[in-house]
């Protein structure tokens, strides 16, 4: 289940030349799911003799489901924050410009219960990135990026005064914000707050007898 709480407002001024907005939204986003490896088990077999024969080579389940060391439930918790203003300046009268500058910024996700656990890379000794095999537990789990200044700016001109003729152009810098699978699905089954056990040439053939029972 996903929980969106959110709080904008905007204010609008026109004066002169000028059409000012500015406008502010804080957002409170709780998501509360699991997502199960191998959670009704999985079985590989090294080629369909081997699965007619029910031989698989490798068996897989979640280790202790259902324990409270082997609990994939998350609730992870976030803010969104976001603020803009924007001039739409009348220069001349067949020329506008959309001068403008947002902020956004989203804190790194944290779990009702702490029990974040997250792989990282490490510079070796050459400068070289390496991924620790050791997770680290506890928030934050990624660090929060807080320099997401977007400036935008666009034009409107008429070349001849006349209304029959629209040049129009714009550019502007854009930020995306960290959400759903971007954390949640390479996160949710990490060590030591779930484990999976695995099985070498288990001993329990589901084969297909030839009579068809």
């Known amino acids: 289940a996903i929980n969106f709480f959110t709080s904008s407002d905007q204010l609008y001024l026109n004066r002169g030349a000028h059409s000012l907005q500015v406008g502010v939204e804080v957002q409170r986003v709780q998501r509360n799911e699991a997502y199960t490896n191998y959670a009704r088990g999985s079985q590989q077999f090294a080629g369909l003799a081997g699965f007619l024969a029910g031989t698989p080579t490798i068996f897989r389940a979640p ?9 994939p439930h998350k609730g992870f918790r976030q803010v969104y924050f976001a603020t803009f203003v924007q001039d739409d300046y009348k220069v001349r009268k067949n020329l506008t410009l ?6 956004e910024f ?3 996700p944290t779990d009702v219960n702490n029990r974040l656990s997250n792989y990282y890379f490490q510079n070796d000794a ?4 390496i991924l620790v095999n050791t997770p680290r537990l506890g928030a934050p789990l990624f660090e929060s990026h807080w320099k997401s200044f977007a400036p935008r700016v666009g034009f409107a001109w008429d070349p001849f005064g006349d209304g029959k003729m629209s040049v129009r152009g714009g550019a502007g810098i854009f ?5 759903d ?3 949640q699905f390479f996160t949710q089954n990490n060590a030591p707050y779930y484990s999976v056990v695995q099985v070498n040439n288990p001993p329990f053939p589901f084969g297909f007898s030839a009579s068809g029972n």
């Open 126 to 129: 050459n400068g070289n990135p």
């Open 175 to 179: 930020y995306d914000q960290s959400l």
């Open 98 to 103: 959309n001068l403008g500058l947002r902020y």
């Open 63 to 71: 280790l202790l489901s259902g324990s409270i060391v082997n609990d």
């Open 181 to 183: 699978a971007e954390f």
């Open 106 to 108: 989203m804190t790194a």
